[in-house]
């Protein structure tokens, strides 16, 4: 993939610092360390007021950080900018947690000379802990004073958001308007552990220089996600703060999109495209994962049951261990598909991995032990179930389970 | 406990031999080594035809062994009792796993000299794979000529069914009915991994001497199963083989057990009893597991939240790692709860673990760290979700995630 950042769309500048809360001295810190250990607050901003939408979290319970930009991006009016932090999730401490967030935000605002209002906020970390206010309102003059356009600065907004992601998440790309303007759309993401379809411990960002509504934005936002962001398991756990935000500032200068154009249709592929590059990629640095899985379903009776059947097989503890010790037990494929709920015949099923066949109509064929080793052993594995039962298909994206992820969550608020 | 074993009703007799099944070579077999790790068939007969009823996995794949004791079960004869093998599951292929589940019936039937419809099956393992038939019915004169009402012919059933589990799963109980005479009720399982809900590679014989009808021990059981066979998560994993068999032979010599009388409440209380002490021992011995996890959900709004709740926290990586890692990350159970789909008001939940209030109201508490410690160090944790929707509750079972369950898990097959 190119190299890609989130301020390559026109008008957009970012900066991540060191709060102090991932690592508590700063004088601590070595240089020589990845910047995703240190950096811990990010901003992004529009130097115009930008058109917002989002999708967020569908679990019940919400970070407080989230609740706010709710309300904000509800409320119709247009945002400047957001700011993430890491480490801490504000979630789950009350009332105080809007306050601490919205404290957060009016000190940046004040320094940007804009409205609280136009600051987005988004938090994700461990819960039940109150943000360290302190801490982040003392980096606000260092956060705002190195906003910038350049590689550097939006490279440096990335690791700010990353908590226990190994790999920075970024994507870009440029398409060319009707008007023989160029528009560019960029994105980052944090994700890792609690992910499950309707977004998880995932925050990502979007900036573009396109000329488009809210309400635009956010009818290709909900396309662009639904079997993307929303197709991504790492271990079934929805968390409390995720979100997908796009801000538009129209600062491309190309015409604006309109409903049900030619441009809308480039602008939404390319959403979509965009979004299912990230999406891969937080499933392959899935917490632990040495490997990206993709399963998909096709042949189910409706959609609901397609649905049913990758989420059951991708949520499977016993499939994501075999996966992870290479190990050719697909009959866990088919138990998992059993107990999925879906309504199908067991007696026409296949199954293939890496295009391999090794279940015909419900019955272990005899495989060449040797291949499917080598099939296993690759880092992307294709899981395939051809049901006939219609014309429905589906598909989900996860990765293998392993010592690491249980290491990496066995201790993961000490 | 007490001790404990399947042939303490009157009337009953069991074997476990091995068929090379678990250990190829029998002159291999290191008498040191537990029984359970060569010990692979196992025979459970009642000297009389017996009465019967069972419960069966949800899975829409069924294995063969199943099936077949599915029909032998509703047909509504009398049966003389049941072979179980562990290593291979006979599911997952075809028409043939049938046939060789009922070569092995009838070998046993001409050898007790009675009609192979009277003989279940049962089968563990890998899912897949042919029956070794020929092994099996090799060892079916050894099987047949061991069969005794002795304590270690009992245990060596037990032996032979268990697959990953760490210790036999045996229990008995004995009331007194209202006519003076004492019923014996005796059960052992296998559990292990691929367990949740609507039973898992989860196989549980019961016996009893009691004088009841096929159809009353189908209510009896039915209601025995509900909160507590159906309450075990390992891993969320059902699987395709698990059944719970009850025989009755009346040898107790006491009278029937008749609807809606003393004796049925006690029998039925008994029988609820000993479910529920396999169902814990099975939790407790989940794969790899470290700790018995009680999950408690009072004040939801109605019984299906109450078990979306308690099925949403069994089943989160994230909780069952946290308690693992003896860390104190409760915001995970608070998360489990949000996206469980219950509908409740986050502001009014109370989170208790090991009696020890972590959440009050939605809001993280000042804990204790050192008592928090001190409480999820212990073997035994109960977790508690206090709503103020309404008056339903639930409970389920569970273990944590280590990596011993990933290493079990990643190299089962092979």
Do not use: W
């Not at 303007?181 to 396109?210: C, Y």
């Not at 662009?224 to 968390?239: C, E, H, I, L």
């Not at 441009?263 to 495209?273: G, H, P, Q, V």
């Not at 040495?290 to 409706?302: L, M, N, R, Y």
């Amino acid at each position: 993939m190119e190299e890609a950042y989130i301020t390559m769309p026109k008008g957009f500048r970012a900066s991540g610092v060191s709060a102090g809360m991932k690592c508590s001295d700063p004088a601590n810190i070595n240089k020589d360390d990845p910047k995703s250990s240190y950096l811990d607050v990010a901003l992004i901003v529009s130097d115009t007021p930008a058109n917002v939408a989002g999708v967020y979290t569908s679990n019940l319970v919400k970070g407080h950080s989230l609740t706010r930009t709710i309300d904000i991006v509800n409320s119709g009016s247009k945002v400047r900018g957001i700011v993430i932090n890491s480490k801490v999730a504000n979630a789950g401490v009350g009332k105080v947690g809007v306050d601490d967030a919205e404290l957060v935000a009016s000190k940046i605002a004040d320094k940007l000379g804009c409205d609280s209002k136009q600051i987005m906020t988004a938090s994700t970390g461990v819960i039940g802990s109150r943000l360290p206010v302190d801490k982040i309102t003392n980096v606000v003059p260092e956060l705002v004073d190195s906003l910038s356009s350049d590689e550097e600065s939006a490279h440096n907004s990335e690791y700010a958001m990353m908590t226990t992601d190994t790999v920075p998440k970024e994507v870009a790309a440029t398409i060319t308007m009707g008007d023989g303007k160029e528009v560019t759309i960029a994105a980052q993401a944090k994700g890792s552990g609690m992910i499950h379809p309707n977004l998880a411990t995932m925050i990502s960002v979007f900036t573009t220089d396109a000329n488009i509504s809210s309400d635009l934005i956010d009818k290709a936002l909900h396309n662009a996600v639904k079997y993307t962001f929303n197709r991504v398991s790492v271990d079934g756990d929805t968390s409390v703060c995720d979100s997908v935000i796009v801000m538009a500032n129209g600062a491309s200068g190309a015409s604006e999109i309109t409903e049900g154009s030619e441009d809308y249709e480039l602008f939404e592929r390319a959403l979509t495209k965009l979004s299912d590059d990230l999406a891969r990629m937080i499933a392959s640095d899935g917490e632990g994962a040495s490997k990206f899985i993709e399963i998909e379903v096709t042949g189910a009776a409706d959609e609901y049951d397609a649905k049913l059947i990758v989420t059951s097989v991708a949520r499977s503890p016993l499939v994501k261990t075999a996966m992870f010790g290479e190990d050719a037990n697909i009959g866990r494929v088919l138990t998992a598909v059993g107990y999925s709920g879906a309504k199908f015949d067991p007696n026409k099923v296949d199954i293939l991995v890496g295009g391999m066949l090794f279940f015909h109509d419900g019955v272990c064929v005899d495989f060449d032990e040797e291949e499917a080793a080598k099939i296993l052993a690759c880092h992307d594995i294709l899981i395939q179930i051809v049901l006939s039962e219609g014309e429905a298909h589906d598909r989900m994206f996860t990765c293998d389970f392993t010592y690491d992820y249980v290491k990496i969550n066995g201790s993961y608020r000490t």
